[in-house]
């Protein structure tokens, strides 16, 4: 279902069109609004809705975007004294008989096509076309097979200038009922760290190499951007924890030390030619040359001292991020940040501990292992001598110190029926 609703009116009756705008507001609202350009004014004085105006006295404008398939429905109220009609309305009137698209003339019909539009959810997706290995056209043509059927659906692709912060911005100010993330874990922590305290659920469509929020939250891995449309249509919502850290969102972890370095080593080039293992490629490498670091944690009016070479800060964090692992699992809803520090005197142990935190995570058992510490709390600071890089969601945010907190139940977000509490 696309999202654009033509309004238009003979110069007779764009009062009424323009009083039914306003009845309907909220529901339009939720909608792209097009007309022509004498009516725009007019209706947005009225009802303060946007509309997008299309060329002045012609129609073909809209009848060629109802030809493109991104039209909804096309309400057009026209003299109630039978009139020759202009030829450019005929051409809209059959475009929308050829393309199937609602069509009404007069009000009666008008008004129950705006019921039954007040009755649909209205989703804007924020679709990152260059995140992961996969073909973003064949991805973009499934998701709108799977949810156009159901939903209204609105597509903003993100660009290296439009951050996804401002598309959900738009999308909050058009009333989305929905919001849905398709990308890699960059694309998916900052549309739901603009949604942090907002009561709009979340949908993820993971299209990048680890797509660890997802998995956190048991969106399948197989058929993933199938499984995923599944997930969203099935509608249930769930709330989870969020957390800042330095005032950045955060949705999974900020990793100090370690952590930073694999992030920075598994750059776009390596994750192109190596998918997931660019991670495991990029450990290796770092492994030689990270170095241990004094750590000072305030936590919960405490302060604990160490000397490692990882330490990472968890909301959520799927089984293959190892370093969050200390406790084997990473509950997403308890309100609290789980915090791992890992030290290792060489490369044999930091592997070997590393396959236990692996193991650990996946069997969801506590790590007992003098090199391994954990704790949970709500938020804490972390200075580090020396500063050392800190990564926050896959991006490199600085370097420490650094302060994390908490925000329980800060995000709602859409998760498998079965996964359901
Ligand atoms: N149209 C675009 N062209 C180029 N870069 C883009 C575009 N849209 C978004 N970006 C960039 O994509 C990055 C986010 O990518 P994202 O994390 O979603 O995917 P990924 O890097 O492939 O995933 P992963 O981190 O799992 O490998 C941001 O740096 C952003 O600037």
């Not at 209204?152 to 692709?157: A, E, G, N």
């Not at 760290?193 to 709009?200: C, E, N, P, Q, R």
């Not at 499984?227 to 005032?247: E, G, K, M, P, W």
């Amino acid at each position: 279902m696309p999202n654009t609703i033509a309004l238009i009116a003979h110069t007779s009756r764009t009062v009424d069109l323009t009083r039914f705008a306003s009845a309907h507001a909220p529901t339009l609202s939720r909608y792209h609004l097009m007309t022509t350009a004498e009516t725009a004014d007019r209706i947005q004085a009225a009802t303060g809705l946007n509309l997008e105006p299309k060329l002045s006295g012609s129609l073909g404008e809209i009848a060629a975007e109802v030809a493109s398939g991104n039209v909804l429905a096309v309400i057009f109220l026209a003299d109630a004294i039978a009139v020759p009609w202009e030829p450019s309305l005929d051409v809209l009137l059959q475009f929308c008989n050829v393309h199937n698209v609602a069509l009404a003339t007069n009000l009666a019909t008008a008004e129950a096509i705006v019921k039954q539009l007040a009755k649909t959810r209205v989703a804007h997706l924020i679709f990152n076309p260059v995140a992961g290995q996969r073909d973003a056209g064949q991805d973009l043509l499934l998701i709108r097979e799977l949810l156009e059927p159901h939903l209204s659906l609105k597509i903003h692709s993100t660009t290296p200038e439009v951050e996804p912060e401002q598309l959900v911005k738009v999308a909050i100010a058009a009333n989305a009922d929905l919001i849905i993330a398709a990308g890699g874990d960059g694309t998916v922590s900052a549309v739901a760290g603009a949604l942090i305290g907002k009561s709009i659920p979340l949908g993820i469509i993971p299209r990048g190499t680890a797509n660890a929020f997802a998995v956190a939250l048991g969106i399948p891995a197989l058929l993933p951007v199938r499984s995923a449309c599944q997930v969203i249509l099935a509608n249930c919502t769930q709330t989870v924890d969020a957390a800042y850290c330095n005032n950045i969102p955060m949705i999974l972890l900020a990793g100090i030390g370690y952590e930073a370095n694999v992030v920075e080593t598994a750059d776009r080039a390596l994750k192109d030619r190596w998918g997931t293992l660019a991670y495991l490629m990029a450990g290796w490498q770092t492994i030689d040359r990270q170095e241990e670091f004094e750590i000072e944690i305030e936590a919960e009016e405490k302060v604990h001292r160490f000397e490692a070479g990882a330490i990472t800060i968890a909301n959520a964090a799927p089984p293959t991020s190892v370093l969050a692992q200390g406790a084997g699992e990473v509950s997403i809803d308890d309100g609290l940040l789980d915090v791992t520090v890992v030290t290792a005197q060489s490369k044999l142990q930091a592997v070997t501990t590393m396959l236990r935190l692996l193991g650990a995570g996946i069997t969801k058992t506590q790590l007992n292992q003098q090199n391994v510490i954990h704790g949970r709390t709500r938020r804490l600071k972390v200075t580090t001598n020396p500063p050392q890089k800190v990564v926050v969601d896959g991006e490199i945010i600085g370097t420490t110190p650094i302060e994390v907190k908490c925000v329980p139940n800060g995000l709602t977000v859409l998760i498998p029926a079965s996964l359901a509490s």
